[in-house]
């Protein structure tokens, strides 16, 4: 494979702008990256292979792993792809992008997995690309598992992108594991014809600073969109979740539904901006951003945006910041169960309302179970 | 004599600073059902609350005792792990988690209290069935989120449920009939009624009479102002419908009323 040059310099000024306000990663310009293609061992693979019955494509470095890998029509590798003309191309995103495979899926009869791991024995970046595209009518759901492993402190900026043509359903769970000294930087751009609908979790539960950006063009009568989205942080962890949705044609519904649990110093940023285009009539667009903070030092910042040129439209946004609910707590303690039970419960709830609608079996229970690990508590859930 | 099931000796306890009740004494025997009636503001959910730990209520003075043991030494869990239950007027929603979920968390913390063994799947399935259909409770409702999405008739069935299924000595319904149309009552009074025996009693918080003439009480308590004003059998329920609270307004003096 070829490198491309990587210019890391584009990190160093980045937080003095206003989309990065909260989130700085000047340091990354300071890292020598390694842009190799390293090889991992079958057994770390399998760990990540929840599902043997489905598809499962991994990327390694951004590199195809062919041998790993259980590929299906309707499921193309590129080693050569032109952004050109791509949904990524119509905005405009700071994070750049390394040359890497691209997987392209264009059919799925059960639900597809991607696992994208990125190692080295030195700080490595890698990008990875997945091209979802779901024609008139068709249904596509997708898995991936984002993993950076070793504590080298990689760097990964993986890039998906989701188009959805009339009456289409696309699925896509994105959960970020591993490492807790790694960076990530991702994007997902969507663009949705009428009446198809895009539902997309992004979940966080590993990393040292993770910025997941969401950009959807809504370009059609009648669409639906969910983006949702959890995290559970602690230590130093921060992540960012930089969401802009488009309203560009009447009658969409759109909303952003991210919630988290922060412990430690970690930090949340959250900022949703809802653009309503002139003419995109009844609009129902709704953002709503939840943490609950475990710490005094603990940090959860919510950027709603509005941007409406249209009469006739009902965009709502919310935000909640607190502690463990006392009432709650009380009605679980009054019917025996311990405090600190109790207490784990109710995170375990409060997270667990965004896994519960995951269609794919396998990857709720992966999904959970990781959530429980990291959880103080969590094991006392596993034994219910 | 025997060990009183529960007994409140002069109880005082105040929110914020307000105190709310103000010298409460009563007793409850096993198998008895004691009703406490009085006007909004006059402590009931309040004794309801500070019963089950509640902790923003702060007992400032006397004391109950809970067969035998001081209860005001207890914390909420341990509380309800020794046979309390306490039916909640507005139960918390709380999504994330189904009520058959969180339930087996409840039935196995008491068990594991008590140094029983926890129930296996299969057994806690087999209870949720039997005590869901003794209050006519859809088992469906139960995999959704804990209360997420009840109508008003199905939180309260859904009370009584858990009433059912965790088995305590001394049951506690805060208001239970409020927001229950005629239907839902009967319900719920069959639920309770079914629960009566002889190794359980009962405390029966409500503003109307109406719910008495399904869950028919041994003792009528009519509190105002913070204190029990006067006692009496079933029959003084319906004198308070006849009359009003006002009638008893003097009397927590000592004065005799009727």
């Avoid at chain 1, 390694?34 to 693979?45: F, G, M, N, P």
């Avoid at chain 1, 709503?288 to 475990?294: A, E, F, H, K, V």
Wanted: hydrophobic share 40%; charged share 25%.
């Amino acid at each position: 494979m070829t490198t491309m040059t990587f210019d890391n310099t584009c990190f160093e000024n980045l937080h003095k702008t206003e989309a990065w306000m909260y989130t700085n990663v000047s340091s990354l310009a300071g890292i020598d990256f390694a842009l190799a293609t390293t090889v991992v061992d079958e057994s770390t693979i399998k760990t990540y292979d929840i599902a043997p019955a489905n598809s499962f494509i991994v990327l390694v470095n951004g590199v195809f792993n062919e041998d790993a890998s259980r590929i299906e029509s309707g499921i193309d590798i590129n080693a050569n792809y032109d952004l050109a003309g791509s949904i990524a191309s119509r905005g405009s995103s700071d994070i750049p992008r390394l040359e890497c495979d691209s997987v392209t899926i264009t059919k799925s009869a059960g639900t597809i997995h991607i696992l994208q791991l990125v190692t080295g024995d030195c700080p490595t970046a890698a990008s990875g690309r997945v091209f979802i595209h779901a024609a008139d009518g068709e249904s596509i759901s997708v898995a991936e598992t984002h993993v950076c492993l070793g504590d080298s402190g990689h760097l990964f900026m993986p890039l998906t992108e989701i188009m959805a043509e009339a009456n289409a359903n696309v699925t896509l769970v994105r959960a970020i594991r591993g490492s807790n000294t790694a960076y990530q930087l991702g994007q997902l751009h969507v663009s949705q014809h009428e009446s198809s609908e895009v539902q997309t979790h992004t979940i966080t539960l590993a990393g040292k600073c993770l910025r997941n950006e969401v950009c959807a063009y809504l370009d059609g009568k009648h669409i639906e969109s969910n983006f949702d989205g959890m995290y559970m942080l602690g230590e130093n962890q921060h992540v960012d979740n930089h969401l802009r949705i488009e309203h560009n044609f009447p009658n969409c519904n759109s909303r952003e539904f991210y919630k988290g649990i922060l412990d430690g110093n970690a930090k949340s940023v959250f900022t949703g901006r809802i653009y309503v285009k002139e003419g995109a009539t009844e609009t129902d667009a709704k953002q709503t951003n939840q943490n609950i903070l475990l710490s005094d030092n603990a940090n959860a910042m919510a950027r709603p945006q509005l941007e409406i040129y249209n009469d006739d439209v009902a965009c709502t946004h919310g935000a909640t910041t607190g502690e463990i609910d006392e009432e709650a707590k009380l009605y679980l303690r009054s019917r025996g169960i311990p405090k600190d039970a109790a207490e784990t419960l109710l995170m375990f709830a409060f997270l667990n309302e965004s896994l519960e609608d995951l269609a794919d079996d396998a990857f709720k229970r992966t999904l959970t179970d990781e959530l429980l690990s990291a959880m103080p508590g969590g094991e006392f859930i596993r034994t219910l | 004599m025997t060990t009183p099931l529960l007994e409140i000796k002069n109880l005082h306890a105040n929110v914020e600073g307000n105190d709310i009740l103000k010298g409460v004494n009563l007793t409850v025997n096993l198998g008895e059902v004691h009703s406490i009636m009085g006007p909004n503001g006059s402590g009931k959910s309040t004794l309801a609350s500070v019963l089950a730990g509640h902790d923003a209520y702060e007992v400032t003075e006397g004391e109950i005792y809970f067969m035998g043991q001081d209860l005001l030494e207890l914390d909420a869990d341990q509380r309800a792990c020794a046979g309390i239950f306490l039916a909640f007027q507005y139960p918390v929603e709380i999504p994330g988690v189904s009520t058959k979920f969180f339930l087996k968390a409840a039935v196995n913390a008491m068990r594991k209290y008590r140094g029983e063994e926890e129930l296996d799947a299969m057994d806690f399935l087999d209870l949720v069935e039997e005590k869901a259909a003794s209050v006519k409770l859809n088992t469906d409702l139960l995999d959704r989120g804990v209360n997420e999405g009840f109508s008003g008739g199905e939180k309260k069935r859904a009370e009584i449920f858990q009433m059912a299924m965790l088995n305590p000595k001394l049951c506690v319904l805060d208001e239970t009939d409020s927001g229950l149309d005629i239907d839902a009552l009967r319900i719920v009074a069959d639920g309770v009624n079914n629960l009566r025996n002889p190794e359980r009693g009962f405390v029966v918080i409500t503003h109307y009479q109406r719910l008495l003439d399904h869950i028919v009480p041994d003792f009528v308590h009519v509190l105002i102002d913070g204190q029990i004003a006067k006692s009496g059998g079933k029959e003084l329920a319906i004198e308070l419908e006849e009359k009003g609270y006002a009638a008893f307004e003097n009397c927590s003096t000592g004065c005799c009323c009727g």
